[in-house]
């Protein structure tokens, strides 16, 4: 009788897989490359993905500034804590939203966005200036490589010239 009480719990079978139920990993080349960031003393404060290859990058750039040259506080009135947090949340995800990877727990790990730097600007306003030239640089090479290869292949049907 003791063991009229007792639970029975069913344990599901366990299923054997067939070679189709396999699973794979496949690895692929984004064009991501990492970027060491530190601060203006050399110091790391650590490393972000920047894919300079995703053509998306300059349209989603684009709206970023658009997004941060709207922000407006009101004239005469502090903005409360609220609408400072909520803002520089919106900041962090531009940033995220910018560079299609999870950035801002770096970039912003030692100050919040809103922090007015040295020179009058807001800190994610100095982030972004860091930015450009980074990737400037990264798509110009990138391009100048692929430039090379298509001049590689297409010399050969360009018409010569002589004097």
Do not use: W
Request: net charge neutral; glycine share 4%.
């Amino acid at each position: 009788m003791a063991n009229a009480n007792k639970k029975v719990v069913n344990k599901p079978k366990e299923e054997k897989k067939t070679n189709h139920e396999e699973s794979y990993d496949i690895k692929v080349d984004t064009g991501a490359v990492n970027v060491l960031v530190r601060d203006k003393d050399g110091n790391a404060l650590g490393h972000i993905k920047i894919n300079p290859a995703d053509m998306d990058i300059l349209k989603r750039y684009g709206k970023v500034v658009d997004k941060f040259n709207a922000i407006e506080f009101e004239e005469g009135k502090e903005p409360t804590d609220e609408e400072l947090i909520e803002l520089s949340e919106m900041v962090k995800d531009q940033f995220d939203f910018l560079l299609n990877y999870p950035v801002s727990d770096v970039l912003f790990s030692k100050c919040s966005p809103l922090t007015i730097i040295s020179d009058g600007d807001f800190f994610f306003e100095n982030v972004m200036k860091g930015l450009e030239p980074v990737l400037e640089k990264i798509t110009n090479k990138r391009v100048a490589k692929k430039m090379k290869k298509i001049k590689k292949y297409t010399d050969k049907y360009a018409p010569k010239y002589h004097n």
